[in-house]
Structure formats: structure tokens, C-alpha cells
């Protein structure tokens, strides 16, 4: 029997036997986080000195034998954080469909399918296909999807894997026009379903108004390779912080999302529970208070920084720090930097820069010296990046040449993607952190 998106989950979702298999991967200099004592840099295809991934595990690496710079993930506040979101969700009674494109990381991603995620988001078709590719059965497409040989690819898809659900994204009735025309080039034999996407003003995608919405919707009817599944949007591209001016803007805008559903009720297929989607990671409390009381809706909750959370904005502005009942996540991304130059009395440079940790929501922040001093409280901070370095000021006599820091980093969604392999720590706090695992990601 064909899936639809908003079918019951009958498993975790993804082929555990793939994401398995990457343990066997062969761990050379092609990681830049790679042990030193990783073979030589040789041709790819060389055999010699090769060493899988599950053979390095095996040997019970710890941090010291790892180079700098370094991002590493802590296991323990991995685990904490899938836990709690995945608890919150059951208690709010929405399904939750983390964003994928956080850490494009298909161990992540079974380890929130397992906690009980009822599919994976992604943004576009190539993250799609590093899915699939892994076996995730249920997708939600936070995009519109109008490229004539993607929706060739997805319609061959559907068709050969009746388990396969996809929902994707419309927010113009041109978008309508276009992958209709393209689904029935490809000669499609299963309907596309959609969510009518509603935005805002100054928004990102998305139609501007109930009105629009309503007009797309109808021409989604009138499609015969597509299906009305319900409507969705993003309410985090409307607001930045936690003020009550954005606070009320979010409201403001979720309650014309349920407007938008409630003039489609009657449009909605018979047999299918209609989905409404919205939440990030900054403000999915409101989406539950606002949107949770809809009759016969599928709320979906698509968060994805949660899994790692961050030590910068999302720290300051998460639901569960602002007191939405719930144990706050913890920080489990860590940058490793070594100083490299003490050219200036109160300056150190680091070598670590924007080639390995996040700027655009914040720099990162000096936590610890690698078996020396805390530096969170002091007058240490990073004001600024190059490509290969960090700028450290004022962290005195605290941070000598060949000292190793740990920092804290903001915004997860752009860490991952400057690491292929990222180690898992059993805990960055700990005086010597054991290596537990290595996180591959597909950018």
C-alpha cells in the first residue's frame, strides 16, 4: 500500500544496515579530523595502512590523539538533547520531523528517528537523495521543488517504493503549473503531495496572505499529479529574538497559518488527517499553543538545531530556556584550537578560523584551557576570524603558546557542514574525553 506523509510510522524509518556500514569506512587524511596517526597522504584507492573507522573506535582513542583544529560532539548532551525534544513533542502531542539539513548526518537522523521522529525534513533535492540513499521513508521538503529532471527523479522514485512519502512545498500557482507539466512529462503514476506554503511580510518563500494561499490551493485541486496534503511555513524568518514584539509577530503569524487551514477543511481529501506544519528550533512552544487546538490537524514540528543546540543563539533564545516546562538542552558542539602566535601581549592567535567554526550568529566563545583554567567568566573573548585563524584578546598569562582551548560555538547549522567526520566525545567536560564514535555528514 502506497504511504502518504501523514501515515502512521510502522518503524524508525531508515535502513539501519546503511548507516551501519559507514563504520567501514576507510578513516584517512581525506578527514581533517583524522587521528594523527592516520596513514600517510597518499592517492585515493591506496590501500596501504588503511584503517576503517570501526577499527580506530576499537582501540579507545581519547581527545589528545587528535590534532587541532578540531569540532567534536558530545555524546552525553547528544543524547539528552534527542531525549528531551523527543519527550516534549510526546507530551504536546505533535509529531516532530526534525530538520535533517542541520547536520545532514544519517546517524543523527536514526538516532532521532528511533526516539520516535515521525519522518526527516530536508531543504532541497540533493539532501533528499542523501536520504534516500540511507533509506528514510518519510520526507518532508521544506521547499518548493520545480526543477523538471528533479520531479523526473522523484517520480521514478514513488514509483518504485510504495513506502516512500514525500511531501513538498508550493507557494505560487505557477509553482503549481510548473510541476504539474513536469510530473506528467515524467509520466508520473502517483501524485506529488504538497503543502500550500503561507510567508509573510519580509519573509523568505511563501505566499503573502490567507487569500493567496487560498487561490494556490484551489490550483493544487485542479492538478491531477499533485495532492493537497495541508499548509506549512516558517515562522523563525519573521523574528530574531525572544522580545514581546517578536513573540507577538510569531502569534500573529501562526494564527493566520490556522486561518489558512481552516479554509481549506473542506478541500482536504477524505482519507487522509490534513498536516500543518511551522517550528524551528527558536519558537515551536508557540506553534503548540497556537496551532495544537486545530480539529483533525497533524501538527508537525520541524526543529533540527535542537539535536546539537549551541552555546550562542539558540542558547539565549530556545523555548526551553525561555520556560516552556522542560529541561534545557545542553550545548554538545565544541570547537578545539591551539595558539599558535603571541604576537601582541594581550592577543592570541589561534588556528582555528571560518574554514572550521561558525561566525553568522555569533563568534565563538573561549571556555577552557586543555587542562588548565576556565575561562568562561573571564575577560578572554574571540573578536574575530580569518579563514585559518581565531583573534583571542585578554586572556592574559591564561593561554601560552601551544595551549589547547575549547570553545563554545553558535548557530549548529553552520558547523556541521565544514566537517565530513566529526568525533563523538563521551564527555567534553571530562579530564580526558574518550572518542565513543565519528559522525559522517553529506553536504
Given amino acids: 500500500m502506497e504511504q502518504t506523509f501523514a501515515s502512521p510510522g510502522t518503524g524508525p524509518g531508515i535502513d539501519d544496515a546503511a548507516v551501519a ?55 552525553a548532551a547528544l543524547d539528552h538533547n534527542i531525549r528531551t525534544m523527543a519527550r516534549w513533542c510526546a507530551e504536546a502531542e505533535v509529531a516532530l520531523t526534525p530538520h535533517g539539513k542541520t547536520t545532514m548526518a544519517p546517524a543523527l537522523w536514526q538516532a532521532q528517528l528511533a526516539a520516535g521522529s515521525h519522518g526527516i525534513t530536508l531543504a532541497n533535492l540533493p539532501q533528499v537523495r542523501v536520504a534516500r540513499a540511507f533509506g528514510v521513508e518519510r520526507i518532508l521538503l521544506a521547499n518548493t521543488l520545480i526543477d523538471p529532471a528533479g520531479l523526473a527523479w522523484l517520480a521514478a522514485e514513488q514509483a518504485a517504493d510504495p513506502a516512500f512519502a514525500l511531501v513538498s512545498w508550493v507557494d505560487s500557482t505557477e509553482s503549481v503549473r510548473l510541476m504539474d507539466g513536469a510530473l506528467r512529462a515524467a509520466g508520473a503514476d502517483r501524485p506529488v503531495e504538497v503543502l500550500v506554503e503561507l510567508g509573510g511580510p519580509g519573509g523568505r518563500t511563501g505566499a503573502r496572505g490567507v487569500d493567496a494561499a487560498v487561490e494556490i490551493a484551489a490550483a493544487v485541486l485542479r492538478a491531477p499529479t499533485l495532492r493537497l496534503a495541508g499548509v506549512g511555513g516558517y515562522e523563525g524568518a519573521l523574528a530574531h529574538d525572544a522580545t514581546a514584539d517578536a513573540l507577538a509577530t510569531v502569534r500573529g503569524y501562526l494564527r493566520a497559518l490556522a486561518e489558512l487551514h481552516g479554509r481549506l477543511a473542506r478541500a482536504y481529501p477524505d482519507d487522509a488527517r490534513p498536516v500543518v506544519s511551522a517550528g524551528g528550533s527558536a519558537y515551536f512552544d508557540l506553534v503548540v499553543e497556537e496551532l495544537t487546538a486545530l480539529p483533525d490537524a497533524m501538527v508537525v514540528l520541524r526543529s533540527g538545531a535542537y539535536v546539537a543546540h549551541d552555546d550562542g543563539f539558540y542558547r539565549g533564545i530556545s523555548p526551553l530556556v525561555r520556560g516552556a516546562g522542560a529541561t534545557p538542552f ?61 583573534f583571542l584578546r585578554d586572556a592574559g598569562d591564561l593561554a601560552p603558546v601551544g595551549a589547547v582551548l575549547r570553545l563554545g560555538v553558535s548557530h549548529p547549522c553552520t558547523a556541521f557542514d565544514r566537517w565530513t567526520a566529526i568525533p563523538v566525545l563521551d564527555s567534553a567536560d571530562a579530564a580526558e574525553p574518550k572518542v565513543t564514535g565519528l559522525v559522517r555528514t553529506f553536504f
Avoid: C, M
Avoid at 38 to 55: E, F, I, K
Avoid at 335 to 353: I, T
Avoid at 376 to 381: E, H, I, Q, S, V
Fill in 330 to 390: 545542553r550545548g554538545a558542539l565544541h570547537g578545539w584550537a591551539r595558539v599558535v602566535s603571541r604576537p601582541e601581549p594581550q592577543l592570541a592567535l589561534l588556528d582555528a578560523g571560518k574554514r572550521d567554526l561558525p561566525f553568522d550568529e555569533g563568534l565563538p566563545e573561549p571556555q577552557l584551557v586543555r587542562g588548565g583554567a576556565r575561562l568562561t567568566g573571564t575577560a578572554a573573548r574571540i573578536t574575530a576570524l580569518n579563514d585559518q585563524h581565531a
Fill in 21 to 75: 556500514a559507514l563504520a567501514d569506512e576507510t578513516l584517512d587524511w581525506r578527514f581533517k579530523a583524522a587521528p594523527s596517526d592516520s596513514p600517510p597522504a597518499r592517492y585515493p584507492g591506496d590501500a596501504a595502512g588503511a584503517r576503517s573507522v570501526r577499527d580506530w573506535l576499537a582501540t579507545g582513542p581519547t581527545l589528545d590523539g587528535l590534532g587541532t583544529p578540531l569540532l567534536t560532539l558530545d555524546g
